[in-house]
């Protein structure tokens, strides 16, 4: 068992799994529109996209593995074009999309896992991100998802089709200048102390956030080690604002509101995180490493949703919105009158006017790293 995994005996733990399926001025116009935006400054590109993590950025590759933490199906990619691959636990687009498409890489980016990638496909860039995974392994053990140590391994994969496809020269370049996203962490929080109702003890919840920070320093290293030289990581969301947590919580918490406690958890561990990187940039003069900041930005638009368009924010559009995610978000759930209201598309994820407003505020470091 990995450092610090403890579940309390509450009948609770037996409830949040069943819940949490999926772990299982702008305008929306914006969104749709980006797909004919590309970066003003021509310096700003790269030649391929790689990204590792969990379903913020599966645009996928679940669909071809045994779980249950699938979206391939409606209303899923409900906004999505025909020519869109399905699998994205959201009604459209995600960020690692919106971040393809403004440095004129791709509209989407593909799953690795999909069999039927096209050549370009393969020397652009793919996703391996797997949704319910985490940095601890015991998280995507029980889900039955790809870990990331999994992950890194289909990337050596990767890296043997694509020298064989372009020559080791080119490969070596495609890689060593591609863009790398890392965004992972939110299932091991959620898992870990998301059925949690006794107060949190400080010492344990430091000691898992360091667990954390070690695997994903581990996962860092790796690709750097493997020529990545261009990397975002994303720290974590809100996570006690999500309508599943506060669902689970709101048994004992009346009105519905964040789960505080849980939030407390992600900032301790953002804080952690931004100071490790910038120890391991200080150690890496040819790599260009930058925290990407998504905390702030999502409470802002649950804290003022009003700025954001938003009228719905404590739960998700498909179904009841409080439980929904995964097979049980599927063509016989109702959804809602008008999705672009909504903060949320399931109980755990962003709708892709969230997800476009996620992208505008992680857009500086997209140009900090790619002008470097």
Known sequence: MSLCKQYSSSSLHFLLPLLILATTSKTIVNAHNLSKQKASNDS???????????????????????????????????????????????????????????????????????PNLSLEDLTTGVSFGSAGTGYDPLTAERNKVVDMSTQLQY?????????????????????????????????????????????????????????????????????????????????????????????????IHQPRSCIESLSSIAIGYNQILQHELKNMQASQPYTTIAYGEIFAPLQDQIDNPEKYGFEVVDRGCCGTGLIEGAFACNSLSPICDDRSKYLFWDAVHPTERSYYFLFEALRPIVDFILHR
């Not at 779980?67 to 906004?79: A, H, K, M, Q, V």
């Not at 971040?99 to 690795?112: E, F, R, T, W």
């Open 155 to 251: 990337f050596d994969e990767y890296k043997k089709k694509l020298q064989r496809v372009v020559g080791k020269k080119r490969m070596e370049y495609i890689i060593k200048n591609a863009a790398y996203v890392i965004s992972c962490g939110t299932n091991d929080i959620i898992y870990t102390y998301g059925p949690d109702f006794l107060p949190l003890q400080p010492d344990n919840v430091a000691n898992y956030q360091q667990f954390m920070l070690q695997q994903c320093k581990w996962f860092l290293q790796a690709i750097i080690d493997r020529g990545a030289r261009l990397i975002g990581v994303v720290g974590l969301p809100p996570v006690g604002c999500l309508p599943i947590i506060i669902t689970a919580h709101s048994l």
């Open 44 to 114: 700003l590109s790269a030649p391929a996209i790689y990204i590792f993590g969990d379903s913020t950025v599966d645009p996928g590759n679940n669909n071809f593995i045994k779980t249950l933490f699938r979206s391939n199906f409606p209303p899923y990619g409900i906004d999505l074009p025909e020519e869109a691959p399905p699998g994205r636990f959201t009604n459209g687009r995600l960020p690692t999309d919106f971040i393809a498409s403004y440095i004129g890489v791709k509209q989407y980016v593909p799953a690795y896992l999909d």
